[in-house]
C-alpha cells in the first residue's frame, strides 16, 4: 500500500467541494497531506516512547470504516492527532504546505489536515492488525505506505524495532524541498 491507496479511502469529491476547488486540486492536496503526516508518524516511530503512543493511537481507530463524507470524519480527534505528529512544528508545516506550487491558494491544510489524520490512521491500524508479529511491524508498514517498503540500513536511533532507516530520509525529503 502507499500513498495512492490512501486517495481511495479519501473522499476527495467532498474535500473539493468542502474547500471549493477542483477534484485535481484536492486528490494533490491529499496526497501531499499524505504523505507528510505518514512522513511525521514514521519519524515519530523512531523513538520507542513515540511508537508505544502511536501504537496506543492506533489502538482507539482499528476498524474504522472508510469514511463517505468529511462530516464522517471526527475532525476534533484529527486535531489532536496532528497535533501529536507535528508538535511544535505543526504551524510550520501546515504553512509550508500551504505554500506548495501545486495546491497554492486552494486548500488550508491547516484544515485539511486534521481530516485526513484520522482516516490514516484508521489505515494504519487496520493494516497493522494482520502484522502482530512485532519487531518492526509498525515501522514497515508506515514505510509500505510511504512507498518504501522494509529499508535494512544502519540505524543509529538505538531503538532494537530495525526497519525504520530511510524512513528520516524520506521524512526530510517530504518536509525540506520536495517539489
Do not use: C, W, Y
Not at 486528490?27 to 502511536?54: D, F, P
Not at 496506543?56 to 463524507?69: E, V
Amino acid at each position: 500500500m502507499n500513498v495512492d491507496e490512501i486517495l481511495k479511502q479519501v473522499p476527495i469529491d467532498d474535500i473539493a467541494k468542502r474547500f471549493g476547488v477542483s477534484p485535481e486540486v484536492a486528490r494533490q492536496a491529499v496526497q501531499e497531506g499524505g504523505a507528510t503526516l505518514l512522513g511525521g508518524l514514521a519519524k515519530n516511530a523512531e523513538s520507542s516512547e513515540g511508537s508505544a503512543a502511536i501504537e496506543k493511537a492506533l489502538s482507539r481507530h482499528g476498524g474504522s470504516a472508510r469514511p463517505s463524507r468529511v462530516d464522517d470524519v471526527d475532525q476534533a480527534d484529527g486535531e489532536k492527532i496532528v497535533k501529536h505528529v507535528f508538535g511544535d512544528r505543526k504551524g510550520e508545516v501546515t504553512e509550508k504546505l500551504n505554500k506548495s506550487e501545486k495546491t497554492a491558494g486552494g486548500i488550508d491544510f491547516g484544515k485539511l489536515l486534521p481530516i485526513l489524520a484520522p482516516i490514516i490512521m484508521g489505515i494504519i491500524a487496520n493494516k497493522s492488525k494482520g502484522s502482530s508479529s512485532g519487531g518492526g511491524g509498525l515501522g514497515d508498514i508506515l514505510g509500505g505506505l510511504l512507498g518504501g517498503g522494509q529499508h535494512s540500513g544502519g540505524s543509529s536511533s538505538g531503538s532494537s524495532g530495525g526497519g525504520l532507516g530511510g524512513l528520516g530520509d524520506i521524512l526530510g525529503g517530504l518536509l525540506g524541498g520536495r517539489k
